[in-house]
């Protein structure tokens, strides 16, 4: 099912340190099935709607790796 909407933009907000998680690593950047959750939850969002804008909040820490996996998911 793909929803069809114009000028959508979601937040995603992946700024957690993984500390209640338990984790050195922060959860977004926590990989399953050889990708990271950010990986997928990107994936899925722009599988299920079209032409939606990403916008990912994320901590100092990780803004490298983040914006990594923005870059190759454009």
């Not at 340190?17 to 690593?25: A, C, L, M, P, Y």
């Not at 899925?44 to 820490?61: D, F, T």
């Amino acid at each position: 099912m793909n929803i069809k909407v114009e000028n959508l933009t979601v937040i995603l907000l992946a700024g957690g340190t993984g500390n209640r998680f338990g984790s050195k690593k922060s959860k977004q950047l926590i990989k399953i099935n050889n990708e990271t959750l950010l990986e997928f939850c990107i994936k899925n969002l722009k599988k299920k709607i079209n032409n939606i804008k990403i916008l990912i909040v994320s901590n100092i820490k990780d803004f490298n790796s983040i914006k990594e996996i923005a870059t190759k998911h454009n």
